[in-house]
C-alpha cells in the first residue's frame, strides 16, 4: 500500500496493563500515529514480568511497538498544561487512567469539542476490575479444567483484556467515522466486565443459564457441542484434533481408518453422525476408535496423513518450540520481522495480523524508549530548546 490504512490520525494514549496499550497498539500498527504519556521513570506496568536480566520489561515492549513517548510528571499543573495541548491537537484520547479532573472529557473537550475520548474502565460504574477478577466472576473458571477437578481453573491468557482492547480500538475507528460524518466529538467508555459479559452472551452462555437454567459441565479438553479432542501419538506426541463441520468430521474418519467403526456406532446408538450434537454425545467411543489409529502412528506419519487428507488438527508444543521450530513463527512468516528494541536486542515482532494483499501495511517498529520523543513533541507544541530544557532540568518532563 503507499499509504497506511490509519496514517493521519493521531491518538494520545494514557495507559497501563494490556487493555488500553494493547488497543493503542492495534491502531499504531495499522499506521497510526499513537503518542504514550507516562510518569518520568515509568509507570506501574513499566517493570512488569517477564523481564531480561538487566530488568528491562518484555511485556511492555510487546505491548508498545509503533508508538511514540512522552515522559512528563503527571502531578505537575505544567506537564498536564502539555499533555492537554497534545490531546487537543490529537483529537484522539485513549485512556484507563481515572478519567476526571483534566483528564475528564469534561475539562478536555472545553478546548477541543471535536473530542473523541475512549476511557477504558474496570466496570460500568467505574469501579476497579482486572481481567482475572472479571473472569473469577463471568464463570468461565467453573467449566474450564479436568473433568473431575471440583476448584475454579483460572485461563492464564488475559482474553478479556486482549478483547477490550480490540474493542476500543474499533470505539476509536466508529467515533472517527461518525465526526468525519457530523463534526461531532464522542465521549465513549468500555467496561472490563462489560466486555466480558458481551462475549459471553454472544457465545451462548448467559442465555443458556437464562433460558435452559442449566449450567454448563466441565469437559476438560473436549470440544463441547461437537467434535473435538486430545490425541496421542506412538512417540508420545500430544496434537488435538477436530470434527466440526461435515467436511472436516469425514477427513477425520477417512485419515484414521474410522469410517466402518464410526458407522457401527452410529448404528448401534442410533444416532446420524451428521449431526455436530451427536458426535459430542458418542464422543468417548469415538475418541477410543480414533485413538487406536494415532497411537499406532508417530507424529510424522500423523502430519503427513491428516495434510494430505485436509484434517483440522494442531500439535501441543510449548512456547520454546514455537520460536524454535514454527515456521510460522519466524521471519519466513509475512507477520513477523527481526527487530532491534533499546535495552533488550533482537527479537521476532510481530506487525498487524490484518493482511492487506497479504502483506503487512506497516513494518513492525520496536517501543520506544521512555520519553524518546519528549523533544521533539515539544518542539511541535512551539517550545524552544531552552524551555525544553528547563522543563527537563525542573523535572516537568523526562528525556531518553
Known sequence: ??????????????????????????????????????????????????????????????????????????????????????????????????????????????DCPRLNMLAVTGNRDGSTAVD???????????????????????????????????????????????????????????????????????????????????????????????????????????????????????????ATDSVEGADALATEHRLDFSDEGARFAAREELKALIARWTLAHTLAEVATRFDALGVCWGRYQHFLELVENDPRCSTDSELFRSIEQPGIGTYLTPGSPVAFDGLLCVDPMPAPLLGADTESLLAELGLATHEIGELVDRGIVGIA
Open 1 to 110: 500500500m503507499t499509504l497506511a490504512p490509519l496514517e493521519g490520525m493521531r491518538v494520545i494514549e494514557g495507559s497501563a496493563f494490556v487493555a488500553a496499550p494493547s488497543g493503542g497498539m492495534t491502531l499504531a500498527q495499522l499506521g497510526a500515529e499513537v503518542i504514550r504519556f507516562d510518569q518520568i521513570g515509568g509507570g506501574i506496568d513499566y517493570k512488569r514480568w517477564p523481564l531480561t536480566a538487566a530488568g528491562d520489561s518484555l511485556y511492555w515492549a510487546g505491548l508498545n511497538k509503533n508508538k511514540r513517548s512522552i515522559a512528563a510528571d503527571l502531578r505537575a499543573p505544567e506537564a498536564r498544561e502539555i499533555l492537554t495541548a497534545l490531546i487537543v491537537g490529537a483529537e484522539n484520547f485513549l485512556t484507563n487512567f481515572p478519567a476526571r479532573g483534566w483528564m475528564s472529557y469534561g475539562e478536555l473537550s472545553l
Open 132 to 254: 482475572y477478577t472479571v473472569n473469577a466472576a463471568i464463570g468461565f473458571p467453573h467449566v474450564t479444567g479436568p473433568v473431575e477437578h471440583d476448584q475454579p481453573v483460572n485461563n492464564v491468557l488475559a482474553a478479556w483484556d486482549l478483547i477490550c482492547g480490540q474493542t476500543a480500538a474499533l470505539g476509536l475507528l466508529a467515533a472517527d467515522r461518525h465526526r468525519t460524518r457530523t463534526g461531532e466529538g464522542s465521549n465513549m467508555s468500555v467496561a472490563l466486565f462489560d466486555v466480558a459479559l458481551a462475549a459471553a452472551s454472544a457465545l451462548g452462555h448467559v442465555a443458556e443459564a437464562q433460558v435452559l437454567g442449566t449450567e454448563r459441565q466441565r469437559f476438560g479438553n473436549d470440544l463441547y457441542g461437537a467434535f473435538g479432542a486430545m490425541f496421542s501419538t506412538s512417540d508420545g506426541e500430544k496434537i488435538y484434533a477436530v470434527g466440526i463441520s461435515e467436511k472436516q468430521w469425514r477427513s477425520l474418519l477417512v
